[in-house]
């Protein structure tokens, strides 16, 4: 199982950004995707989920309206878009199906001016 995160970077808040993960070693097309995030000096939070059929999703709060989760099962790819980014929007962005599965390396979002 591997898991590998792209698209961050840094922007200034208000802005937008386009992760992708994509994902090998297990039946993608048959599992919920997870993005989580970890900030300096904090816990690794969930950040938003999307069926294995990508129908139906949900997202922390704190995010709600300004993050959008897809998938493409065709590719084995995840995605999160994130608009109206704020700074304690500030993380290492990771993709999962499950917390009991390795993790990838992360992708590194900072939101500053």
């Known amino acids: 199982v591997k898991f590998v995160e792209s698209g961050g970077g840094l922007v200034q808040p208000g802005g937008s950004l386009r992760l992708s993960c994509a994902a090998s070693?297990?039946?993608?097309?048959?599992?919920?995707m997870r993005w989580y995030r970890q900030a300096p000096g904090k816990e690794r939070e969930w950040v938003a989920v999307?069926?294995?059929?990508?129908?139906?999703?949900a997202y922390v709060d704190s995010v709600k309206g300004r993050f959008t989760i897809s998938r493409d099962n065709a590719k084995n790819t995840v995605f999160l878009q994130m608009n109206s980014l704020k700074p304690e929007d500030t993380a290492v962005y990771y993709c999962?199906?499950?917390?009991?599965?390795?993790w990838g390396q992360g992708t590194q979002v900072t939101v500053s001016s």
């Open positions: 999962n199906s499950q917390p009991s599965r390795p």
């Open positions: 070693g297990f039946t993608f097309s048959l599992n919920f």
């Open positions: 999307i069926s294995s059929g990508g129908g139906s999703t």
